[in-house]
């Protein structure tokens, strides 16, 4: 008997085009996981299903989510990149009305950045039942507490309908600090489909693993804390904290994180370690930002020898150059840096002054010395971005020449304070999920106070391409990865995305 059913369902191919059958990561389903633990350790009986890692036709998901027989079936719609929480609504609405097509009776429940965005909007769909408003820990607890029906108005953040009509229920608290260890205990690993051992369905980012296939699985990926503490006009990380059901609620209204104890790590990590788990992600926003967590955290895989291949990320102002050494004693092989925009102006507008100026420069080098991996995230297409200024964001990316680099077009996320910007000034809003995918034939970014969303869009290809194509690129994964790894960097570039606003 399954009490509730957690559903990842797949949107791949129309994320990440071809990129999908062998470059991009898939990622164990961090909050199915979470949410399956929690619900456990109350003694409901959970279950996972995650379509994108086994690649099931949409009959096949149908099928496989009828013979569960679940009172409850819980679309977890979270991902890989802050836009996946929109991008996944591409599989799920197909799945969704697929299920309810085939007369499967069970409750259908979304959960997800985009749910707790748009809310209303989501449950305007008839093949959907109820919506979490927030991380749903405590509203999934007394849902499964109750009878699904006649008790649905008395089940504080959840958003339901009632003879059609949409009623968001008041607003049910996150999970406190200092309740984290005990009502989010941990991450049900055992619930994970897999091959031939557990994980194997899942790959690492092509670059963690050192653009080497063959050490891309297993992969997991761990949070050791929630949220961030700042509000950058762009992000939509903070409305996972949600407590307020007001229509122009955005994530800055909701910022802060919170932390598990660095004992509740170390116990999922050995888990992951006994499993044979290798390669890992750190997911946190930001990891490298207090030491009090952070400190311990490392202190435990070096003296517990975990061995893993880790990356995490780390805004430019946060590195501390004194604890480099223990980033990369742990396992720590590569940070992300969201270096975000080579023009200083822009930068500052977009995170609302929180940025502190530092020497960009310097500090990759420091990272360099310090045995590191930098991969560098930039995103073209902000308000104020002009093609001059997007210019001097490709240049600083060549001149870094880091190990990798990510190249986004600015897209108005949902939950992001950018969102109901875009909104207010009347700026033109993708009109479906694959809208809001980086990589999508259907891709349409934010147009600037200047450019045109198709002049950013082909701005952000073709730097892609000059970096990946870039011989001084090409040289330093080769020197730093060997030769067969710039060769698979030089397949992945040959690649070409198909993009509808550019004609294609």
């Not at 979470?34 to 350790?41: K, N, P």
């Not at 990798?404 to 109901?420: D, I, K, R, T, V």
């Amino acid at each position: 008997m399954v009490d509730v059913l957690f559903v990842t369902p797949d949107s791949s191919l129309q994320a990440y085009q071809d990129l999908a059958k062998v470059y991009s990561a898939i990622e164990p389903p961090t909050w199915s996981l979470l949410l399956a633990e929690a619900v456990r350790s109350k003694g409901f009986a959970p279950a996972i299903l995650d379509c994108d890692a086994e690649r099931l036709s949409l009959e096949e998901s149908v099928k496989r989510i009828s013979d569960t027989k679940a009172r409850l079936v819980v679309f977890v719609l979270y991902g890989q990149n802050p836009n996946s929480g929109t991008t996944s609504m591409i599989g799920a609405v197909k799945l969704a009305e697929a299920m309810k097509q085939s007369g499967h009776g069970a409750q259908i429940c979304f959960c997800g950045s985009h749910s707790q965005a748009l809310p209303r909007e989501v449950l305007a769909y008839k093949d959907i039942d109820m919506v979490l408003l927030n991380e749903g820990v405590y509203a999934l607890l007394n849902l499964l507490k109750s009878n699904l029906g006649t008790d649905l108005a008395t089940i504080k953040g959840i958003g339901w309908k009632n003879d059609g009509e949409v009623i968001l229920n008041e607003a049910e608290k996150v999970v406190p600090q200092d309740r984290m260890d005990e009502d989010m205990p941990g991450y049900a690993w055992d619930l994970l489909p897999y091959k031939e051992r557990p994980l194997d369905l899942y790959r690492a980012h092509f670059w963690h693993a050192g653009f080497d296939h063959e050490k891309r699985t297993p992969f997991a990926a761990i949070y050791t804390s929630l949220g961030c503490q700042f509000a950058c006009e762009f992000c939509m990380i903070n409305i996972i904290n949600r407590i307020d059901n007001g229509d122009w609620v955005d994530a800055s209204h909701s910022r802060g994180m919170r932390f598990w104890s660095p004992e509740w790590v170390k116990r999922e990590m050995k888990k992951l370690a006994d499993l044979g788990v290798e390669t890992l992600r750190i997911s946190d926003e930001m990891f490298f930002l207090n030491r009090k967590y952070y400190l311990p955290i490392l202190k435990n895989c070096i003296d517990e020898e975990f061995g893993f291949n880790m990356w995490t990320y780390s805004r430019i102002d946060t590195v501390r150059p004194k604890v480099l050494e223990t980033f990369k004693k742990a396992g720590v092989n590569w940070l992300a840096l969201g270096v975000e925009a080579g023009n200083q102006m822009v930068r500052q507008e977009v995170s609302k002054g929180s940025f502190q100026e530092v020497n960009i420069r310097d500090v990759c080098d420091t990272i360099k010395q310090a045995d590191i991996n930098i991969i560098s995230n930039y995103i073209f297409g902000f308000p104020e971005d002009t093609n001059e200024t997007m210019q001097q964001t490709l240049d600083l990316a060549l001149e870094l020449n880091t190990e990798m680099a990510n190249m986004y077009p600015c897209q108005a996320l949902p939950g992001s304070p950018m969102y109901h910007t875009a909104k207010r000034n009347k700026w033109a809003l993708p009109s479906t999920y694959e809208g809001y995918a980086f990589l999508s034939y259907e891709s349409e970014p934010l147009q600037t106070k200047f450019l045109s969303a198709g002049e950013v869009l082909k701005f952000r290809d073709d730097a892609w391409n000059t970096y990946f194509t870039n011989d001084n690129f090409l040289t330093v994964v080769e020197k730093r990865f060997g030769s067969q790894q710039r060769q698979n960097v030089e397949d992945m570039a040959k690649i070409r995305l198909k993009r509808k606003l550019l004609g294609d």
